[in-house]
């Protein structure tokens, strides 16, 4: 049986979009290992997140950096 080439869901540069999906990064894979590679860390979450994000909007530009907020950073707030 084939080995199944397995592809991390990181994010490509400059567009930014998932190497294994081929979505706008982070797609929910990515979220979900995010969120439980930080589970005991939100604040460590959101300042990796912003980093990329102005990695992003340097990449990005014709985005409005509001949608980049809303992409990178907004599904990071806990829930109550």
Same mark, same amino acid.
């Given at each position: 049986m084939p080995r =199944? =080439?397995?592809r991390? @869901? +990181?994010p490509t540069r400059p567009t930014w979009r998932c190497a294994a999906c081929g979505i706008a990064w982070p797609c929910s894979a990515a979220k979900l290992r995010l969120l439980g590679e930080y589970r005991h860390d939100r604040v460590? +979450?959101?300042v990796y +997140?912003?980093?990329l994000q102005a990695e992003a909007?340097? @990449?990005l530009a014709d985005?409005?950096?509001a949608r980049l907020t809303e992409r990178f950073l907004a599904w990071t707030r806990a829930r109550a």
């Open positions: =199944r =080439r397995y991390n @869901h +990181l460590a +979450l959101t +997140l912003a980093t909007g340097e @990449h985005i409005d950096p």
